[in-house]
């Protein structure tokens, strides 16, 4: 999944979809639960970056993230541009905030660490 910032579209049926995506961002706390989730399926840190910013952007922005977390707007937007990189404080604040946390699970169909013998070490 390709995650750009959302913005004005020059096509206007770009523009409606834009639209719809953003206002469902805004009302829908389950839909900006799956679009961050989705996120994560990419496997690319840049992709929930710019997801964070398009759900932050929906509900308030910024400036308003910066005012409720008590963190810095400057280093907010440094962190959430195209080449950010989030520490794990600062996202866990910015999911806190979205009213989400992180969770682990294990992978389906691939036995990872628990899956090895006792003799593999």
């Known amino acids: ?12 049926a770009g523009s409606a979809f834009i639209k719809t995506v953003i206002q ?19 496997d690319d840190p840049q992709t ?8 932050i952007d929906a509900v308030g922005g910024v400036g308003t993230l910066s005012k409720e977390t008590k963190l810095n707007r400057t280093q907010l937007y440094r962190t959430l ?5 989030p520490e794990y ?13 992180f969770s682990v699970e294990r992978n389906k169909g691939k036995p990872g660490a628990a899956g090895l013998s006792a003799g593999c070490r």
């Open 1 to 12: 999944m390709a995650v750009k910032t959302l913005s004005r579209s020059k096509n206007p």
């Open 24 to 42: 469902m961002l805004k009302n829908d706390p389950a839909f900006r639960e799956a679009y961050i989730k989705e996120s994560l399926q990419a």
């Open 48 to 55: 929930l970056i710019l997801s964070l910013r398009n759900v």
């Open 81 to 85: 541009s195209k080449h950010g990189k």
């Open 89 to 101: 404080f600062t996202l866990t604040r910015i999911l806190e905030y979205l009213g989400l946390h």
